[in-house]
């Protein structure tokens, strides 16, 4: 399978059941050149300048393009983990109510290799999920809608970090800092927003659902 094949798979991944015509608009191309890419009765190949396009306007991470994506549902095998993103949005404010129904956006398949040339350690690949960011608490660490790659094998805070956690019934996306009493701050990274101090029997309300590893642009947190 050459490159251009490659991407014409992804694409169609990424299309999905959107109109070709939004995702046309979306990805800087005319309607028309979208069909000839996707059209088996031409040769019209998706070279590298719009691969690197699409990429950027779904925030994936550079060459994702390019390297053969698992279908929907389906793991990816050896050396490959397939992450589910989840219609998730964590509040990077004031708290967001967790939807009733959760469901998955795609199954993004990334190479082991390249995740662990993030820097990153996590306690499980099966653990690993994308869920988004909502609000501008954390300006300055990741921007309102960026992707935030999740390790849902950590459920207590075990170090100073950032993790998705519900507080109370409400979603969040917060830096949490375990203090010397055993109580909480959660803190944001946005120095308009002050801390707020967890203790007591708001402990007792909170959950921790998993830590935030990196903005899916490859950015470390």
Excluded at 60 to 75: F, K, N, S, T, Y
Excluded at 100 to 116: C, G, K, N, P, S
Excluded at 123 to 138: F, P, Y
Aim: with cysteine; proline share 4%; glycine share 10%.
């Amino acid at each position: 399978m050459d490159i251009y094949a490659i991407r014409k798979h992804n694409l169609l991944q990424l299309l999905g059941t959107q109109r070709k015509a939004s995702c046309a608009e979306r990805w800087g191309m005319s309607p028309a050149h979208l069909s000839q890419i996707l059209s088996l009765r031409t040769e019209k190949n998706l070279g590298d300048e719009v691969a690197r396009r699409i990429e950027q306007a779904e925030r994936l991470p550079a060459g994702w393009m390019d390297v053969l994506q698992g279908e929907a549902g389906v793991p990816a095998s050896g050396e490959f983990v397939s992450i589910a993103h989840f219609d998730i949005r964590g509040s990077m404010g004031n708290g967001n109510t967790p939807p009733a129904h959760v469901e998955v956006i795609r199954d993004l398949t990334v190479h082991l290799d390249w995740l662990r040339g993030q820097g990153i350690s996590f306690s499980a690949a099966q653990n690993l999920a994308i869920i988004s960011g909502d609000g501008d608490s954390m300006a300055g660490t990741f921007n309102d809608g960026d992707p935030l790659l999740v390790d849902r094998g950590i459920h207590e805070v075990r170090s100073d970090a950032i993790y998705v956690f519900s507080l109370d019934g409400d979603l969040f996306v917060k830096r949490l800092q375990r203090l010397t009493d055993g109580a909480l701050r959660m803190i944001a990274d946005n120095p308009l927003y002050p801390p707020v101090l967890i203790e007591g029997a708001a402990l007792e309300k909170l959950h921790i659902h998993g830590r935030v590893l990196l903005v899916w642009n490859a950015r470390r947190v």
